[in-house]
């Protein structure tokens, strides 16, 4: 019998390897992006792309991942998964022209979707006892809230040693051990019967809908706000959008079922997500590029600075969130983590041009690190509380998913803000440092409404709980 404990909890570990994998990924980039940029000819605004091609394709197919694990058995799925992410990784890291780069990315966020939308349902197969679950999905939430901190040192030491491309390949070894090892302990599970029908064209649809947004957003500066080419993707991305939410009407197994948005909390947990993820994925990306282009950071310093932030977002995942919770039900620490954000990134809207870590920066980046640590597991448990307990994978998938087109889609616009702003005061005759700092205060500045909106949807429209009914929602969700 222990032997097939410890096969499980062996197995537990691979797939929170492979979950690693695809976390790591989500934040190594934003330290080496300064360097791609330089290495690659990006511009301030189509450097977005790096980030946005993942997270909009991550975003797309998080819904139908989960839903092609239920159906065709989510060992499956996983292994499929790994290969697509791992092969896309060796093409990010083989890449040399702006647009390889982009579209192995963009692959890249496919793979990771998968992988991450049947990993959780792997651990519950594997844990079917309470307490053993409980201990499973608290290690899975660890590696998936603590693997970030990994990610930014990772991305420092591998861009200053070696170079950006590395940050990829080093997915390659760990991809491949990965697959070896699934294949020899995971259980082959089969997957549902009854109907197989799968909804890609809503995935398609409403990726696409949202990639023409933000090729918008992201080309504005360039061919100007009223121009036909930008109002033309616009309008075709609010045509893909209607498309997207006819499909969903229609179809038997919708991807997202529309009646979920009539609940008050999870439509509001939704809105309140894009809003966090937008301020947050910006000021990462931004903060970045501050570091190195205006205080001259090298890589490993830059994700040495993001460090505090990540230490405490790891924390915040691994009880004191849960802890709140279950304190002050679910939206006082919600709206508090949505306050800090906003506190945060207004530190950060008047960074000067000489800025001092410790003065500067430091300070902004604990209020940021606390905001989103306390805030992300009161969204995913509010959009939960609303549904049966049936449809609670689905409701957090729907968060999750809002989470990064959110933030996708908040990073274009302050990206573009950004660029738009330092341009606008180099024609004022700003040096060129200033006119840099100029447009990341601007964009910090929004950021900062952006958590404002948030935490006041949040604090108006999520419903309070019964005292009582928390205990039953607090068992411990993974992002």
Same mark, same amino acid.
């Given at each position: 019998?222990?032997?097939?404990?410890?096969?499980?909890?062996?197995?537990?570990?691979?797939?929170?390897?492979?979950? %690693?994998?695809?976390?790591?990924?989500?934040?190594?980039?934003?330290?080496?992006?300064?360097?791609?940029r330089?290495?690659?000819?990006?511009?301030?605004?189509?450097?977005?792309?790096?980030?946005?091609?993942?997270?909009?394709?991550?975003?797309?197919?998080l819904?139908?991942?989960?839903?092609?694990?239920?159906?065709?058995?989510?060992?499956?799925?996983?292994?499929?998964?790994?290969?697509?992410f791992?092969?896309?990784?060796?093409?990010?890291?083989?890449?040399?022209?702006?647009?390889?780069?982009?579209?192995?990315?963009?692959?890249?966020?496919?793979?990771?979707?998968?992988?991450?939308?049947?990993?959780?349902?792997?651990? =519950?197969?594997?844990?079917?006892?309470?307490?053993?679950?409980?201990?499973?999905m608290?290690?899975?939430?660890?590696?998936?809230?603590g693997?970030?901190?990994?990610?930014?040192?990772?991305?420092?030491?591998?861009?200053d040693?070696?170079?950006?491309?590395?940050?990829?390949?080093?997915?390659?070894?760990?991809g491949?051990?990965?697959?070896?090892?699934?294949?020899? *302990?995971?259980?082959?599970?089969?997957?549902?019967?009854g109907?197989?029908?799968?909804?890609?064209?809503?995935?398609?649809?409403?990726?696409?809908?949202?990639?023409?947004?933000?090729?918008?957003?992201?080309?504005?500066?360039?061919?100007?706000?009223?121009?036909?080419?930008t109002?033309g993707?616009?309008?075709?991305?609010?045509?893909?959008?209607?498309?997207?939410?006819?499909?969903?009407?229609?179809?038997s197994?919708?991807?997202?079922?529309?009646?979920?948005?009539?609940?008050?909390n999870?439509?509001?947990?939704?809105?309140a997500?894009?809003?966090?993820?937008?301020?947050?994925f910006?000021?990462?990306?931004?903060?970045?590029?501050?570091?190195?282009?205006?205080?001259?950071?090298?890589?490993?310093?830059?994700?040495?600075?993001?460090?505090?932030?990540?230490?405490?977002?790891?924390?915040?995942?691994?009880?004191?969130?849960?802890?709140?919770?279950?304190?002050?039900?679910?939206?006082?620490?919600?709206?508090?983590?949505?306050?800090?954000?906003?506190?945060?990134?207004?530190l950060?809207?008047?960074?000067?041009?000489?800025?001092?870590?410790?003065?500067?920066?430091?300070?902004?980046?604990?209020?940021?690190?606390?905001?989103?640590?306390?805030?992300?597991?009161?969204?995913?448990?509010?959009? =939960?509380?609303?549904?049966?307990?049936?449809?609670?994978?689905?409701?957090s998938?729907?968060?999750?998913?809002?989470?990064?087109?959110?933030?996708?889609?908040?990073?274009?616009?302050?990206a573009?803000?950004?660029?738009?702003?330092?341009?606008?005061?180099?024609?004022?005759g700003?040096?060129? *440092?200033?006119?840099?700092?100029?447009g990341?205060?601007?964009?910090f %500045?929004?950021?900062?409404?952006?958590?404002?909106?948030?935490?006041?949807?949040?604090?108006?429209?999520?419903?309070?709980?019964?005292?009582?009914?928390?205990?039953?929602?607090?068992?411990?969700?993974?992002?």
């Amino acid at each position: 019998m222990s032997h097939g404990i410890d096969r499980r909890w062996l197995a537990l570990l691979i797939v929170c390897l492979g979950t %690693l994998m695809i976390v790591l990924d989500a934040t190594i980039v934003n330290v080496a992006l300064p360097s791609i940029r330089e290495d690659l000819g990006f511009s301030q605004t189509s450097l977005a792309w790096v980030v946005n091609a993942y997270l909009l394709t991550f975003g797309g197919f998080l819904l139908l991942g989960g839903r092609l694990g239920d159906l065709f058995g989510h060992r499956r799925l996983f292994l499929i998964g790994i290969v697509a992410f791992t092969l896309a990784s060796l093409a990010c890291g083989l890449a040399n022209s702006q647009g390889f780069l982009i579209a192995a990315r963009a692959v890249q966020g496919v793979g990771g979707a998968v992988v991450s939308a049947v990993a959780l349902s792997i651990v =519950m197969t594997l844990f079917t006892e309470t307490g053993e679950r409980a201990k499973a999905m608290g290690v899975y939430g660890f590696v998936a809230s603590g693997g970030g901190t990994v990610g930014v040192l990772a991305g420092g030491v591998l861009t200053d040693t070696l170079s950006w491309h590395w940050i990829f390949l080093v997915n390659v070894p760990i991809g491949v051990a990965v697959y070896a090892l699934c294949a020899a *302990l995971l259980p082959a599970g089969e997957g549902a019967a009854g109907s197989r029908r799968v909804d890609v064209a809503g995935a398609v649809t409403v990726t696409a809908s949202l990639m023409l947004a933000v090729y918008a957003i992201v080309n504005g500066n360039q061919y100007g706000w009223t121009s036909g080419r930008t109002l033309g993707f616009l309008a075709g991305g609010v045509a893909l959008l209607a498309v997207f939410l006819a499909i969903e009407a229609r179809v038997s197994a919708p991807l997202v079922p529309l009646g979920l948005f009539r609940l008050r909390n999870v439509s509001s947990a939704n809105a309140a997500a894009v809003l966090l993820a937008g301020s947050m994925f910006a000021w990462f990306f931004l903060s970045a590029q501050y570091l190195q282009f205006v205080l001259g950071y090298s890589p490993l310093e830059v994700g040495l600075g993001f460090l505090p932030a990540s230490l405490i977002m790891g924390a915040f995942s691994l009880g004191l969130s849960a802890k709140l919770v279950m304190r002050f039900g679910i939206r006082p620490p919600l709206v508090a983590g949505m306050l800090f954000m906003a506190a945060g990134l207004l530190l950060f809207a008047r960074v000067p041009v000489d800025g001092n870590f410790i003065v500067d920066v430091l300070p902004g980046t604990v209020l940021l690190g606390i905001g989103a640590g306390m805030g992300f597991n009161p969204l995913l448990l509010a959009a =939960m509380s609303d549904v049966e307990p049936s449809e609670s994978g689905l409701a957090s998938g729907v968060v999750n998913t809002a989470f990064m087109m959110g933030g996708a889609l908040g990073l274009a616009v302050l990206a573009s803000l950004a660029a738009s702003r330092t341009d606008h005061l180099l024609s004022t005759g700003d040096g060129r *440092l200033a006119a840099l700092t100029g447009g990341y205060h601007a964009s910090f %500045l929004v950021g900062a409404l952006f958590a404002l909106a948030g935490a006041a949807l949040g604090g108006s429209l999520i419903r309070v709980e019964r005292p009582g009914e928390m205990h039953a929602e607090s068992e411990p969700a993974a992002p």
